[in-house]
């Protein structure tokens, strides 16, 4: 445990908490690790929203059918831990700490500046490869074109799911840049998948023939029924009962379908039906019947529609009180206006980050009324009986709430963690 903490304070360190996109670093950290990624056999998914979602289907459809599978996603919502899991574990906080040792030493050695995400991106494919993991899904940090990833040689397959305009300080102001950098994943000769709906198709479509790359569109959309409290998904005229909600996990479902045909490997019936069933994904559109109680990132103006949409399919009668909160770099008044209703109640929450939106600059964007969390807290909004409570607007701040309630925490993660 305090190798751990240790681990985790050299890693968060103010000089490691930057962005620098680029790939020398992580080139040159993973050649003296005896360059673990290129053991390994990878999924690589980029995009906007939806990533993290193809990401954990294809992981749990993968895990059902017998295959030992990597999953490193980002960010995380309590422990670094959950971003590094095998057959949905995450890493030991001791095999954690120790790789991360062993990365930092390498890199003050031989004077490499890593960032944190760098760092990360090391030790999950040392760990992946140290573990003998048979297939790896693997999610972009940041774009995709100078993404720490991106290293990956020779995927099974790349997927590049919708795209809208967010980080554009980094990525570019239209969503023809930001498509560029997500299709940098793309490699000479490999398969993507791709929908043709996605806004930033034309160029995806280039940046595949440029390379020689074959460009994977899926056929047949899956489908999202909600029947009787239950979610389903219609795939190819078959019925599945499937764990996340949400309209928009019809796009997310339908890019990981095409992904699993094209990948090579054998995906039994049995595998996609428990897979889709019993995949997890944190505050995504989590559900919680018994506290009536909704937890979502939201995090852009994109994610903002997707939940508002799937509240109106879900639940179009309910009132509804928002625990809101969100980060200055995103379009947070965008974002509000997206989300909330003239009849809904509005709590700001203020959360830890250095880069949060403050009371008054959400009340002034906002097209309701906003109040601040009430003297006797935030546990009595979140029990209030009848109406759906929904904590959305930044994952960091979801992650916060989270972590500051052992029974939320215990609600919210079940067996995953």
Same mark, same amino acid.
């Given at each position: 445990?305090?190798?751990?903490?240790?681990?985790?304070?050299?890693?968060?360190?103010?000089?490691?908490?930057?962005?620098?996109?680029?790939?020398?670093?992580?080139?040159?950290?993973?050649?003296?690790?005896?360059?673990?990624?290129?053991?390994?056999?990878?999924?690589?998914?980029?995009?906007?929203?939806?990533?993290?979602?193809?990401?954990?289907?294809?992981?749990?459809?993968?895990?059902?059918?017998?295959?030992?599978?990597?999953?490193?996603?980002?960010?995380?919502?309590?422990?670094?831990?959950?971003?590094?899991?095998?057959?949905?574990?995450?890493?030991?906080?001791?095999?954690? /700490?120790? %790789?991360?040792? +062993?990365?930092?030493?390498?890199?003050? *050695?031989?004077?490499?500046?890593?960032? !944190? $995400?760098?760092? @990360?991106?090391?030790?999950?494919?040392?760990?992946?490869?140290?573990?003998?993991?048979?297939?790896?899904?693997?999610?972009?940090?940041?774009?995709?074109?100078?993404?720490?990833?991106?290293?990956?040689?020779?995927?099974?397959?790349?997927?590049?799911?919708?795209?809208?305009?967010?980080?554009?300080?980094?990525?570019?102001?239209?969503?023809?840049?930001?498509?560029?950098?997500?299709?940098?994943?793309?490699?000479?000769?490999?398969?993507?998948?791709?929908?043709?709906?996605?806004?930033?198709?034309?160029?995806?479509?280039?940046?595949?023939?440029?390379?020689?790359?074959?460009?994977?569109?899926?056929?047949?959309? /899956?489908? %999202?029924?909600? +029947?009787?409290?239950?979610?389903?998904? *219609?795939?190819?005229?078959?019925?599945? !009962? $499937?764990?996340? @909600?949400?309209?928009?996990?019809?796009?997310?479902?339908?890019?990981?379908?095409?992904?699993?045909?094209?990948?090579?490997?054998?995906?039994?019936?049995?595998?996609?039906?428990?897979?889709?069933?019993?995949?997890?994904?944190?505050?995504?559109?989590?559900?919680?019947?018994?506290?009536?109680?909704?937890?979502?990132?939201?995090?852009?103006?994109?994610?903002?529609?997707?939940?508002?949409?799937?509240?109106?399919?879900?639940?179009?009668?309910?009132?509804?009180?928002?625990?809101?909160?969100?980060?200055?770099?995103?379009?947070?008044?965008?974002?509000?206006?997206?989300?909330?209703?003239?009849?809904?109640?509005?709590?700001?929450?203020?959360?830890?980050?250095?880069?949060?939106?403050?009371?008054?600059?959400?009340?002034?964007?906002?097209?309701?009324?906003?109040?601040?969390?009430?003297?006797?807290?935030?546990?009595?909004?979140?029990?209030?009986?009848?109406?759906?409570?929904?904590?959305?607007?930044?994952?960091?701040?979801?992650?916060?709430?989270?972590?500051?309630?052992?029974?939320?925490?215990?609600?919210?993660?079940?067996?995953?963690?």
């Amino acid at each position: 445990m305090e190798n751990y903490k240790t681990a985790l304070g050299l890693l968060t360190s103010a000089q490691k908490f930057k962005i620098k996109l680029g790939l020398e670093r992580i080139n040159a950290l993973l050649g003296i690790l005896g360059n673990p990624h290129k053991n390994l056999k990878c999924i690589h998914v980029a995009g906007t929203n939806g990533k993290g979602s193809v990401c954990a289907i294809l992981a749990s459809v993968l895990k059902e059918a017998g295959y030992k599978t990597g999953l490193y996603t980002s960010p995380h919502l309590v422990s670094y831990t959950e971003r590094i899991k095998i057959n949905n574990k995450p890493i030991e906080e001791e095999k954690f /700490a120790k %790789i991360v040792f +062993e990365i930092l030493k390498i890199a003050e *050695k031989n004077a490499i500046d890593p960032t !944190e $995400f760098e760092i @990360l991106t090391a030790a999950m494919f040392k760990y992946f490869s140290d573990e003998n993991a048979e297939v790896c899904v693997i999610e972009t940090g940041l774009g995709g074109r100078f993404d720490a990833t991106n290293v990956i040689e020779t995927p099974l397959c790349s997927v590049i799911t919708s795209i809208s305009k967010d980080h554009t300080e980094r990525l570019g102001d239209t969503i023809e840049k930001i498509a560029f950098e997500k299709a940098g994943i793309i490699k000479t000769g490999s398969k993507v998948v791709c929908l043709k709906e996605n806004a930033g198709f034309e160029v995806i479509k280039n940046a595949a023939e440029q390379k020689n790359a074959k460009i994977f569109i899926p056929a047949e959309k /899956a489908l %999202i029924k909600y +029947e009787n409290g239950t979610n389903f998904a *219609k795939i190819n005229g078959k019925t599945y !009962e $499937f764990s996340l @909600l949400g309209h928009f996990q019809e796009e997310n479902l339908t890019l990981t379908i095409e992904a699993l045909n094209q990948i090579g490997l054998k995906i039994p019936e049995e595998a996609l039906k428990s897979g889709l069933k019993n995949v997890f994904h944190p505050c995504r559109i989590q559900f919680f019947k018994e506290k009536n109680l909704i937890i979502d990132g939201a995090h852009n103006p994109d994610g903002a529609r997707k939940l508002r949409e799937s509240l109106d399919f879900y639940f179009p009668d309910s009132p509804r009180l928002w625990i809101f909160g969100a980060l200055r770099n995103k379009d947070f008044a965008k974002i509000a206006q997206t989300l909330f209703k003239q009849e809904d109640e509005v709590y700001f929450y203020e959360f830890s980050h250095k880069n949060h939106a403050n009371f008054d600059e959400i009340a002034a964007v906002s097209p309701v009324g906003i109040k601040k969390i009430p003297p006797d807290g935030l546990k009595s909004l979140i029990d209030r009986p009848k109406t759906l409570k929904i904590i959305a607007g930044s994952i960091y701040m979801a992650g916060e709430i989270i972590a500051a309630d052992e029974n939320l925490k215990k609600l919210v993660f079940g067996e995953n963690i």
